[in-house]
């Protein structure tokens, strides 16, 4: 079995190391893998992949720095001309795409092989066949009614209404499979100590993830300046994206002083980053099952996201759920927080366990094979 994994981003937060180690898992039960990336990824993958002759990495160049509307087109074109190139030199008997835009969902329908694919900024998977008939009939009938909204999504930038439109994807069409935990993850996980609060020292608020108004980043600018007086703050985001310039500039309006923007970092700086909080902040504007959620759960943490029905049956009440985008029920869940954070850490020890037993990556990569080899058997 060849599997081709696409991964066209640079802001993708921590997936290299994601899609690493599932590329290393399928390569050690005998299956060819080929990368499809950006060139400043494509350089990581080199150097965690080196003796793996039969994993590939191809790249396609971008300059996040060009963050435009051409530069952004020209990127797509350049992608997709590449993509059905690999498709037509590899043959994979499937793809697994990790973030998804409309032009990849186009031209995976006109490849027919049998796809795996993510959801935007999120790591519920959406199994396509898209060889099958009637799920192909269902495919068009969605695209024909969405497509121009989805191309008006990509080229403003904002993509996050895609979530909601994957999910209905979702019940049209295959079963979902979660990510899992990455290894380094979980090899650091077992070097920290236990969590405690101390009271004289800012109590820490990390918000990891690509910095766009669709996260709700600004929210927690917005609480930070009402929860000045009652606590010393500090708000810390790691990421980058287009909205950066726009929160610095709401949190100096704010006159939020200890509020820092550290940009992308390497895993030994995330790490750190992470074992300084005192709270996790994975979102609080949509629904997801993030990357960077599942990573927050297994520090043991406690961990503010937005309610989901599926979220909130792994998990139950070991999370901190906000069912509404506004400041006064982010306040309150912080507020609730921080008045028994004992009692706070004792509940984010259960989404620990939750996290390091149902997304250990141990199994997963059998999870994986077994879904690829459904999905060849179906197309057969």
């Not at 030199?89 to 697994?96: A, N, R, S």
């Not at 993510?118 to 695209?143: A, M, P, Q």
């Not at 650091?188 to 109590?203: D, G, H, I, T, Y």
């Not at 992308?264 to 990357?291: C, G, M, R, T, W």
């Amino acid at each position: 079995m060849k599997v081709l994994q696409v991964i066209i981003s640079d802001a993708f937060f921590g997936a290299e190391r994601v899609v690493c180690n599932l590329a290393k898992g399928l390569d050690s039960n005998g299956v060819s893998c080929v990368i499809l990336t950006t060139w400043s990824l494509a350089e990581k993958y080199l150097s965690k992949l080196k003796n793996r002759k039969n994993i590939k990495v191809y790249a396609v160049a971008f300059n996040p720095k060009k963050n435009n509307i051409v530069s952004i087109f020209l990127f797509r074109i350049k992608q997709a001309i590449l993509f059905r190139k690999i498709v037509k030199i590899e043959k994979p008997d499937v793809i697994h795409l990790h973030l998804p835009n409309p032009s990849f969902i186009l031209l995976l329908l006109l490849c027919r092989v049998p796809s795996v694919m993510t959801e935007h900024g999120d790591v519920r998977y959406v199994h396509l066949n898209l060889s099958g008939g009637s799920v192909v009939k269902r495919f068009v009938n969605f695209l024909t009614i969405h497509i121009l909204q989805f191309l008006v999504d990509e080229i403003v930038a904002y993509q996050y209404s895609l979530l909601e439109k994957c999910k209905l994807l979702r019940r049209r069409c295959h079963k979902v499979i979660y990510n899992c935990i990455d290894q380094e993850w979980l090899t650091w996980l077992n070097s920290v100590n236990e969590f405690k609060l101390n009271n004289m020292a800012p109590r820490t608020l990390v918000f990891p993830g690509r910095l766009v108004r669709e996260k709700g980043q600004w929210l927690l600018l917005k609480v930070a300046d009402r929860l000045r007086e009652a606590y010393p703050l500090r708000i810390v985001f790691v990421g980058d994206g287009p909205d950066r310039l726009n929160l610095e500039a709401l949190a100096k309006n704010l006159n939020i002083q200890n509020a820092e923007f550290v940009g992308y970092v390497d895993d030994e700086e995330k790490f750190e980053v992470f074992k300084s909080s005192d709270v996790i902040i994975a979102n609080l504007d949509h629904p997801e099952l993030s990357q960077v959620l599942l990573e927050a759960a297994a520090i043991g943490k406690p961990t503010i996201t937005f309610y989901d029905r599926e979220v909130y049956q792994i998990f139950g009440e070991s999370l901190w759920y906000i069912r509404q985008a506004s400041v006064d029920e982010v306040y309150r869940k912080i507020k609730e927080i921080f008045s028994d954070y004992d009692y706070a850490l004792k509940r984010a020890s259960t989404a620990k366990k939750i996290a390091l037993h149902r997304f250990n990556p141990s199994r997963f990569i059998f999870e994986y094979l077994k879904v690829y080899r459904c999905m060849l058997n179906d197309k057969s």
